[in-house]
């Protein structure tokens, strides 16, 4: 049986020689995609330090050879879910780190292969990708729309290799993709490797579940909203934490449900937290 292949596209984001900076509109070129469809499980000797957050235990980064920590973190779906009260950061701010002073440091670039199982366009994926991670990049001056803003996450491209979640130790990319997530209700994970005594943010990756969950480009019903998820996600890769406490309206709330799409605009806490880090 001959594998079908899929029309994905490869961005190129442009950035101005000025400071600060946000990406320009990303300018494509054709390329094939093939399905990832790598199943996630959450290892068993991965243990559970905070409310849908898996510590993954100490490796080292191949790219400098120092020790770094891994964190797999979980979305899931809110009436799935036993919603707990559990406060991700201060009780008087909507906004939490995943590690303390945790950020990235050095920007480097992430690949993402967009074929799915749901029928989301891959020019789609990459475009929304893409924008999401502006959203926060723009937020990161503690403003936005003002034009300004910190480069976070770099470029992206699309690929038509396989990609693999790292859970035991970091490859170098960063790296997005669909496939199965085996975990009750999960809708989407991120994981990410950091460095703890320089406080330095090195790898992350996300896989979104295309077999549990349907999904839409506008909000459908009975449909996860992927620009709703994806700018959530995103949020992790530049180092929040998810909150578990009243702040139900800012993006990083830890839960989703079907249909949701509020959390595509980053709210006051949102905003806060990312010019905090940044």
């Not at 595509?264 to 880090?277: F, H, P, S, V, Y």
Request: net charge negative; with cysteine; glycine share 8%.
């Amino acid at each position: 049986m001959v594998p079908k292949v899929i029309t994905a596209y490869v961005m190129i984001s442009l950035f101005l020689s000025v400071t600060p900076i946000l990406a320009a509109p990303p300018v494509f070129v054709t390329a094939t995609v093939t399905p990832s469809g790598k199943t996630v499980v959450i290892p068993e000797r991965a243990a559970e330090v905070a409310p849908n957050v898996f510590d993954l235990g100490v490796a080292v980064d191949l790219a400098t050879g120092e020790q770094v920590e891994g964190r797999l973190i979980v979305h899931r779906r809110a009436t799935q879910a036993q919603e707990r009260a559990v406060s991700s950061g201060a009780k008087n701010q909507c906004y939490g780190f995943i590690v303390r002073n945790t950020k990235w440091r050095v920007v480097e670039p992430w690949m993402v292969n967009p074929a799915n199982t749901r029928g989301l366009g891959n020019i789609f994926v990459a475009d929304t990708l893409s924008a999401s991670i502006a959203k926060w990049e723009d937020a990161a001056d503690g403003m936005v729309d003002n034009g300004l803003g910190v480069n976070i996450l770099g470029n992206g491209t699309a690929t038509s290799s396989a990609l693999i979640a790292d859970t035991v130790a970091p490859d170098g990319q960063n790296e997005v993709y669909f496939a199965n997530v085996v975990d009750a209700n999960a809708i989407a994970v991120t994981i990410v490797w950091y460095n703890r005594f320089t406080k330095t943010l090195v790898e992350w990756d996300q896989v979104y579940d295309d077999v549990s969950y349907d999904w839409s480009a506008i909000g459908g019903a009975g449909k996860m909203d992927f620009d709703n998820i994806a700018t959530h996600e995103l949020g992790h890769a530049i180092g929040l934490a998810d909150l578990y406490n009243s702040c139900t309206e800012e993006t990083m709330y830890g839960y989703a449900d079907y249909g949701e799409i509020k959390k595509r605009t980053l709210n006051a806490g949102d905003i806060a937290g990312a010019n905090a880090l940044y």
